[in-house]
């Protein structure tokens, strides 16, 4: 089976190329090549015994070599994120609409629909702190972004429904804990209350602690859409996908002071590296974003439960925290 | 106010012209002048007392006279409808979707954000005959033609949150009673079992009498177009607009059965020339649409409410009989 990963030079795009070449099979069925598209021709994972084929190029002007005839899995993961589609309205829709539109048109193409695993965000949604929104929430989304990833979501749906492709979309939850440096990003905060201490440096909480944010970890996030590439969308009875492709799922609802509890429990005493500055600015654009689901269908549907914050936590330290901390002092 | 009516030569978009050179007036404001945009140039509203503009294009190439500097309201109600859209999935695309995208950018260069007033559809949501949806309903479109339509509202929510424009999309109900002939539409039986024997000709029913179906007059839903293109979109309180730029307006859940009585009620016996003929295919197409919505935020917004269905009836032997028999007989 030929896979392809659009955005597959981004933070989750590396993470589920390496496990593809880690394991050399998806859903019981050996990988034969894969392809990994982005702005930059994206690194090849290590140890993979398939081809891997590396392409540069822009998603809304999708070279055919993208989707390969024979291709059964695409992960489409490209995206011009939150404040960038917020700043350069056109911009996000060229990537995010156009280029949903080019995949589309490229699955289209092949003589049997592969599957579509598709990353939308819990910034589809409004609803706030006091939200618990069920599987059935409308989504009336508060930025361009998730109005962007919104109408994505219809078109693979629709696309789904006349037979053009097979579309799995899962909304993400904030997946923490991100490495790299703090950003502009409103959301840059929660993962850097956890990362900064792990590295020794201080970081700024600019909400309450019993502020609530609906998040999940990027091993977390890599185990979803594996499944979503192999589980079975026919199936009809308690959360058949039928015509809505659409996936809320089962993150964990955290408070701030929960995940500070959480990083003393693995570091101890690493929370004194944060300062409590209250920005109401940035609480007002998060404080927007719902807090909290119900993903009953995710979990009838086979997507498994989120591990600890503790366990979260951990993860960072043996997955990534080294190559942050090379990172940063190759760059200083 | 200069206003524009794309999609001007359709059947609402000549009713919502002819009442704007009947009031010269719209929302208390006298009417400046008026453009006309269709892929044929649309007909003039006979006694208009302002200069009428009528243009000819394709909406996804929107030419820059369509919406001129200084126009206050435009009504956008051009599209592939629904067999159109099914049939022929890029045509659906380039006009439904690129097209409302050319819109926003058009109303984006004015120096002050236009009202936009865009007919969205019922067909963007599913449900069926048991359903009786909620304004907060998801939008589960069944059809290509309802995915775009909710794609569109999700594009012009987002635009009036950006201040590009300022939009209220609507999402009629079954418009009855259409003038012309049957056609191919699933739900032209709907119109044509009124149409036809006021026309003393025979029409086919293929649904049982009990069926219900979501419907409107055009005579309402002009008057709720012309609400929607002044209603004041930044109060607050019970029914805001707020992110939520879509409106399910009040029209009526009728079964097939007392549309019939209705028909008798003002044309005593006419409902003789109504044969049954059960048609599965179309029963489970129009099957799929929702029969029935609960408006309450239309209603706290100013949408009138809808008419009985024997006035429905005679309004269309008042407004649109005759022209109805002309055209058939210049036909035949």
């Given at each position: 089976m030929h896979i392809t990963i659009l955005g597959g030079a981004g933070f989750l795009g590396r993470k589920v190329a390496a496990r593809l070449a880690a394991d050399g099979t998806l859903g019981g069925q050996p990988v034969s090549s894969l392809t990994l598209f982005d702005l930059a021709a994206p690194p090849s994972p290590s140890g993979a015994r398939f081809p891997v084929h590396s392409l540069a190029g822009d998603l809304a002007d999708l070279p055919a070599a993208a989707i390969p005839p024979g291709t059964g899995v695409v992960f489409h993961l490209a995206a011009v994120v939150s404040a960038?589609?917020?700043?350069?309205?056109?911009?996000?829709?060229?990537?995010?609409?156009?280029?949903?539109?080019?995949?589309?048109?490229?699955?289209?193409?092949?003589?049997?629909?592969?599957?579509?695993?598709?990353?939308?965000?819990?910034?589809?949604?409004?609803?706030?702190?006091?939200?618990?929104?069920?599987?059935?929430?409308?989504?009336?989304p508060a930025n361009t972004y998730g109005a962007q990833k919104a109408a994505a979501e219809l078109f693979l749906a629709d696309a789904s429904r006349?037979?053009?492709?097979?579309?799995?979309?899962?909304?993400?939850?904030?997946?923490?804990?991100?490495?790299?440096?703090?950003?502009?990003?409103?959301?840059?905060?929660?993962?850097?209350?956890?990362?900064e201490p792990l590295?020794?440096?201080?970081?700024?909480l600019p909400v309450p602690d019993d502020f609530a944010v609906w998040v999940c970890s990027p091993r977390r996030a890599v185990e979803w859409l594996l499944h979503a590439a192999s589980m079975d969308t026919s199936a009809k009875g308690i959360g058949a996908m039928g015509l809505d492709r659409g996936i809320n799922p089962p993150g964990i609802s955290a408070t701030v002071g929960e995940m500070l509890q959480a990083l003393d429990s693995?570091?101890?005493?690493?929370?004194?590296?944060?300062?409590?500055?209250?920005?109401?600015?940035?609480?007002?654009?998060?404080?927007?974003?719902?807090?909290?689901?119900?993903?009953?269908?995710?979990?009838?549907?086979?997507?498994?439960?989120?591990?600890?914050?503790?366990?979260?936590?951990?993860?960072?330290?043996?997955?990534?925290l080294e190559n942050t901390r090379d990172e940063r002092n190759a760059n200083n």
């Open positions: 960038a589609a917020e700043a350069d309205y056109e911009l996000g829709r060229r990537v995010n609409v156009r280029g949903t539109d080019a995949v589309i048109d490229a699955c289209h193409r092949l003589a049997s629909p592969p599957r579509v695993v598709f990353t939308s965000s819990v910034a589809s949604f409004s609803g706030g702190q006091g939200a618990v929104l069920p599987d059935d929430a409308r989504q009336v006349r037979g053009m492709l097979d579309a799995v979309s899962i909304r993400l939850p904030t997946v923490i804990v991100r490495p790299g440096r703090p950003n502009k990003a409103a959301s840059s905060f929660v993962s850097a209350i956890l990362r590295l020794g440096l201080p970081a700024t693995v570091r101890p005493g690493a929370s004194a590296l944060v300062e409590r500055r209250p920005d109401p600015a940035v609480a007002a654009i998060v404080g927007g974003w719902p807090a909290a689901f119900a993903p009953v269908r995710a979990k009838a549907l086979g997507f498994t439960a989120h591990e600890s914050l503790a366990d979260l936590v951990q993860a960072f330290i043996d997955d990534d």
